[in-house]
């Protein structure tokens, strides 16, 4: 690709993108948190469209038909790529779209509040820029606008504060057709324009993941009835789902559809309902929940007929492979995996039911299991994971996660420095070789780097934050985990800056790294283990496990340490990958 046609396409992604405005609801309608929007509009194309290039946004996840086709399906990512901006999709396939005439159709479901994983912004809506063979293609009239009168938050627990997602309830018998090419829109409100930076969106960032992998609609495994009223369906395994069901029904009956996941974590996540029309029918839940069983509850009255499921996830293929004659080995390969496939989404995840969260503690153990277990196209949510994390560093220079967010923002010291470390940024690089992203990302690195302080020993000073946190299991020597994360840090921080030729940064992070490596071994070595003087629980086999991979244990008391990962296992998961 020449260097003059990327210039061209970056001014035209510029161009789609510079004079995009968020189509909304008049300012009196007031639009509660889970609202669904319809918007509906008509498209002229006076040739066959060859090439073409749609720009479309929504605050905060959306769904598009084309003549009565649907052509995404939950389009859209959690905002923001920073604490201000909003992603979009340019979505460079439209299959329905023809010459003539062409119906457009777009579902918005504004979550209206923040999560742990999501900024709200005040303006439900979306933008539309689209651009066929060359040319912009603007619709002759504005575009229509109707809040969906079927959706409703159903009455229940809501989903835990730090879900932005809501419940989702659907009222069959107040459905309306506007996805049809010959819906008839007349009676709607014409849509309001406002400015992006009014709506509170801002500038408009180019989604940087793949649309979701649609894996279609599926029977169950097996189902069985519980009881009079509840059907329990049988996932292959547990998944990212939307449930379908049809069935037989008078008006008004309701049918509760849930996932033995719903309380996982111990918290609230989402349930759907959907209130019967006359006859038959079908519904297909369109926000995902997770489960190994999706459990169908249905008034007296409901007679099902069919269910099923649809699952979704992020678009990368079980790419490794693992096998020995060990049957328990394989089938925790297997299972492994498929953890880690759905823990990724918008972002990484911590878990895909009580907070779907990007902590990137659990960010920098996926992103390396991510190079054995998956396929290429998985790199690209880690290099998004990085943007985030950096570009939503603070004004005094620190970073924290989970991000995006809207309602959490405390710092995890620890956690940011193997975010920022060898294990984190600079193993990212060694299994994409993507030198760019660690260009863009150094200077941001090294004001974070430069906010920790060392003693006149040369020994980290440790820095509160707002959660300090060295992991869920027992026995923690914060002292000794403060240091080795930091020496850590300092590994992977010389390694990039050697690599963007920031030479004197990197002779710097080594002189300090060996500095502390040298000292805390002559102070916390006491000839069979580390400890710190003020420590008084058993000895932390996670800071000695650091010792190791950081270099700072030398190499000779190997033998000396080894029986002691025999006797003491205080780490949790999250540290184990050290130990072993």
């Not at 709607?188 to 793949?210: F, Y």
């Not at 328990?328 to 918008?346: A, C, G, I, P, V």
């Amino acid at each position: 690709m020449n260097k003059r046609f990327v210039i061209l396409f970056v001014m035209l992604v510029s161009c789609l993108v510079g004079w995009a405005q968020v189509f909304t609801l008049d300012a009196k309608q007031k639009v509660e948190p889970g609202s669904w929007l319809c918007f509906h509009n008509v498209i002229e194309i006076s040739d066959n469209p060859q090439d073409v290039c749609l720009s479309i946004a929504a605050d905060s996840k959306y769904w598009l038909w084309v003549n009565g086709e649907i052509q995404v399906r939950e389009g859209g990512l959690k905002r923001g790529p920073n604490p201000n901006d909003t992603y979009c999709d340019v979505i460079r396939s439209l299959p329905a779209l023809r010459r003539g005439k062409n119906t457009i159709a777009v579902l918005v479901w504004y979550f209206g509040k923040d999560g742990f994983s999501h900024r709200n912004s005040p303006t439900p809506g979306m933008t539309f820029a689209l651009q066929v063979n060359g040319r912009p293609i603007v619709p002759r009239r504005d575009w229509r606008v109707k809040k969906h009168p079927a959706f409703y938050l159903p009455q229940g627990p809501n989903p835990n504060y730090r879900l932005p997602e809501s419940n989702v309830g659907f009222d069959a018998a107040r459905d309306i057709p506007f996805t049809e090419a010959s819906f008839n829109d007349r009676s709607w409100d014409k849509a309001r324009k406002v400015s992006l930076d009014c709506a509170g969106w801002n500038r408009l960032v180019e989604r940087p993941i793949p649309l979701w992998r649609d894996f279609g609609l599926k029977s169950y495994m097996h189902t069985e009835m519980k009881n009079d009223t509840t059907l329990v369906a049988y996932l292959p395994y547990n998944a990212q789902v939307m449930p379908y069901l049809k069935v037989e029904a008078p008006r008004g009956l309701r049918v509760r559809i849930l996932t033995d996941n719903y309380q996982g974590g111990s918290a609230n996540n989402v349930f759907a309902e959907y209130k019967t029309k006359d006859g038959n029918q079908s519904f297909e839940c369109l926000g995902w929940m997770n489960g190994h069983q999706v459990f169908y509850q249905f008034e007296k009255g409901v007679h099902i007929k069919e269910v099923g499921f649809r699952e979704t996830g992020y678009d990368t293929s079980f790419a490794g492979l693992f096998s020995c004659d060990d049957p328990m080995l394989n089938r925790l390969w297997e299972k492994s995996q498929r953890t880690l496939y759905l823990t990724m989404r918008d972002t990484y995840m911590d878990c895909p039911d009580r907070e779907r969260a990007q902590w990137w503690g659990d960010v920098v153990n996926e992103s390396g299991e991510a190079f054995y277990a998956l396929d290429e196209k998985a790199h690209l949510l880690t290099r998004k994971g990085i943007y985030e994390l950096m570009d939503w560093q603070r004004s005094d220079s620190t970073i924290f996660s989970p991000v995006p967010a809207g309602n959490y923002d405390s710092e995890l010291p620890m956690q940011m420095l193997a975010s920022v470390g060898y294990y984190g940024f600079w193993n990212y690089y060694m299994g994409s070789a993507d030198k760019a992203t660690i260009e863009y990302v150094f200077p941001k690195v090294r004001k974070y780097i430069h906010v920790w302080q060392t003693d006149k020993e040369g020994l980290v000073i440790p820095r509160k934050g707002g959660w300090t946190w060295g992991d869920w299991g027992d026995n923690k020597d914060m002292i000794l985990l403060f240091n080795q994360w930091y020496a850590i840090a300092l590994q992977g921080y010389e390694q990039m800056a050697m690599l963007v030729g920031e030479k004197a940064e990197a002779e710097w992070a080594k002189r300090t790294a060996d500095r502390l490596k040298v000292v805390f071994h002559q102070k916390f070595w006491n000839g069979s283990y580390y400890v710190s003087p003020a420590y008084k629980g058993e000895p932390d086999d996670r800071a000695q496990a650091l010792a190791v991979v950081s270099g700072t244990l030398p190499k000779s008391l190997y033998p000396v340490i080894r029986p002691f990962f025999d006797k003491y296992e205080h780490a949790s998961p999250y540290m184990e990958k050290y130990v072993l």
